[in-house]
């Protein structure tokens, strides 16, 4: 039992990071029909510019702050020199991204090199709770903690506001939201900054616990496109029960099966897609 | 079905005499880049034809690689270890076109990736058949006339099968069903009104493409007699994804121009420079901020434009431009 709960605890943490990511994947996908496969580059950066950030100095939460920026203003550039030229085709998109994907590996094997690299664990959360008998790593707390207040952030940004409401009726009709003189343009730089701000603050939050290495980006956009069929395109609400979905699969299949742990996420996606090809909470047509 | 005849007979010709003009270096490039050749062709059809961008197509590759590898210790006989190559691709893209096709575009795309990257974990994570460090065999291809060990036997042997699956597909093609498929691609929705059931069609395609890649696959081993993990990973997706796009998307014989050109690239710049895959990258980006279309276009440009130089009467361009058209659509 006491093994049980730890290992849900690392669990539910992953599928937070999961979820940051996905969240991002999902909404840039579902509004703008873009397929961003950079999406994990924005991720691995992010942790690797904090590690920067925290090695000259800063504390963690600075470098969080100032990774976020940095990774977002990228995405602002990156979404206006290329993404913006890519709309509507989708062979496109994934070259491009794709090329991104490369580029920005390699750059960041030539800055940081090929070691593992990861971000201390912030003095305030250094330091494991006790409780019945089982110790809790404070910070993996931490991390389920803030996953689930975005969770929440974003249900209520997408259900209660006006930004969200023009958001939902993008991912159901952009044509027609444009035709109401909504400016699409800065609608798409919204989104895809917000969703590569997400990203970054998770590759930020998995610092100290996953770490960041080369070719991680693949292991992490792989993991999160996986989630994004499971819960369907376009819907928070699916990002958020697949990732959870997900990252208990692996890691109890990381544990009772290493070698199969990925087959096992993988048959549950494929049954998944066999019963409801859009995902559990899809909207989009796929 | 006369131009395919004649197209394959010219090329069956150009590899017969090709090494006589060729540094012994070349020779050697050139068995690997036609292995890549009738890779890259087989993703040509699906992309190229049936609009099925895939990043996952190494996955059946790697599968024919490994079943030739490992197959190679029980018997020798190159038949029987091609055709199980074969045999186990097809029945790997039977699973996954029957639940891949279901879905389109980005959908399929994300679908064969994790297919793929199922395959990369378990056989980096597989002990037994060498994990991460992969898995050496040591085979030589013997037809029943002798075995073939030197460079010059092992390029006829791969230039037979790559003209043998360039007739093919050609064939394909042309018939009835390929055009289909590519009916399918263009305007799916028109060809459903007419009564053919796209499925159908695209999974004929994706099952030729996929024993095709298991074919190259099991031919590579012959060439390195090594197999790893990597033949899983992604940058073997796009790297063959990539050969499609310099080649030509749309035509059968461009992507194996393409394989040409980036095995030809790659060999040249990574004994130059260890940053092969950031050139790699901008050569990505660059293709498609450029919206130029691949080599083969521009070859059927200019010898459309040379023909229109000397022969004002005749215009030959109608082909070309529907061509273009088709590849306009398609990307």
């Not at chain 2, 031919?219 to 007699?225: A, N």
């Not at chain 2, 393409?258 to 030809?264: L, R």
Request: with cysteine.
């Amino acid at each position: 039992m006491e093994f049980f709960i730890a290992n849900t605890v690392s669990g539910l943490a992953y599928a937070m990071l999961l979820f940051l990511m996905a969240a991002g994947l999902s909404i840039i996908f579902g509004l703008m029909k873009i397929m961003n496969l950079a999406h994990g580059s924005f991720f691995i950066l992010a942790g690797y510019v904090a590690y920067t950030f925290s090695r000259s100095g800063m504390n963690f939460w600075l470098s969080m702050v100032l990774a976020v920026i940095v990774i977002s203003i990228f995405a602002l550039i990156i979404e206006k020199l290329f993404i913006s030229r890519v709309h509507g085709s989708e062979t496109d998109q994934v070259l491009l991204t794709v090329g991104l994907v490369f580029v920005l590996g390699d750059l960041a094997l030539w800055i940081w090199g090929g070691n593992f690299l990861s971000i201390p664990v912030p003095a305030i959360f250094d330091f494991s709770l006790d409780f019945a008998g089982m110790t809790f790593p404070a910070y993996r707390l931490f991390v389920i903690a803030m996953g689930i207040l975005f969770a929440f952030v974003l249900w209520y940004f997408e259900a209660k506001t006006r930004v969200g409401m023009i958001v939902r009726a993008g991912v159901d009709d952009m044509e027609m939201v444009s035709a109401l003189g909504f400016n699409v343009k800065i609608i798409f730089s919204g989104v895809f900054i917000f969703g590569a701000a997400l990203a970054a603050f998770g590759g930020v939050l998995s610092g100290p616990i996953l770490g960041m290495y080369p070719m991680m980006e693949w292991e992490i956009l792989v993991n999160s496109m996986i989630v994004v069929i499971i819960g369907g395109l376009g819907s928070w609400k699916g990002a958020f029960i697949a990732s959870m979905i997900v990252g208990f699969v692996d890691i109890f299949g990381r544990i009772y099966m290493p070698t199969f742990a990925m087959a096992f996420i993988f048959i549950l996606m494929v049954a998944i897609l066999m019963v409801k090809p859009t995902g559990l909470f899809g909207r989009v047509e796929s | 079905m006369k131009k395919a005849f004649l197209s394959t007979g010219l090329l069956l010709i150009t590899i017969l005499i090709l090494p006589l003009f060729i540094s012994p270096f070349l020779v050697y490039l050139s068995t690997e880049i036609l292995v890549f050749a009738i890779f890259a062709m087989s993703l040509g059809l699906i992309m190229g034809f049936g609009g099925m961008p895939s990043l996952g197509h190494c996955a059946l590759f790697g599968l024919g690689a490994y079943t030739v590898a490992i197959l190679s210790e029980y018997t020798a006989n190159i038949y029987l270890l091609l055709g199980a190559a074969i045999l186990i691709s097809l029945c790997f893209s039977i699973v996954t076109g029957y639940i891949a096709i279901r879905n389109k575009g980005v959908f399929f795309l994300m679908i064969t990736l994790a297919f793929t990257q199922v395959l990369f974990l378990i056989t980096s994570r597989m002990k037994f058949w060498g994990g991460n460090d992969g898995y050496s065999a040591s085979v030589t291809a013997n037809f029943g006339f002798g075995e073939i060990t030197s460079n010059m036997g092992l390029f006829y042997m791969m230039g037979f099968f790559f003209v043998l699956s360039y007739f093919l597909l050609k064939l394909f093609v042309n018939a009835p069903a390929g055009k289909v498929l590519k009916g399918m691609m263009e305007n799916e929705g028109r060809m459903i009104a007419l009564g053919y059931n796209p499925k159908t069609y695209k999974m004929i395609a994706y099952l030729i493409a996929g024993s095709m890649a298991g074919l190259a696959g099991g031919l590579y081993i012959y060439k390195t007699q090594f197999v790893s993990p990597a033949l899983f990973s992604v940058h073997m997706g796009a790297e063959v994804m990539i050969m499609v796009f310099i080649g030509g998307l749309g035509t059968v014989f461009g992507p194996a121009l393409g394989a040409g050109a980036f095995v030809f690239l790659q060999n040249y710049i990574s004994t130059m420079t260890d940053r092969w895959p950031l050139i790699l990258g901008l050569l990505f980006i660059a293709i498609v901020l450029l919206k130029r279309g691949g080599i083969l276009h521009l070859i059927q440009f200019v010898t459309t434009f040379g023909l229109k130089l000397f022969k004002p009467s005749r215009s030959r361009n109608a082909p070309v431009d529907k061509q273009v058209k088709g590849k306009e659509q398609a990307s």
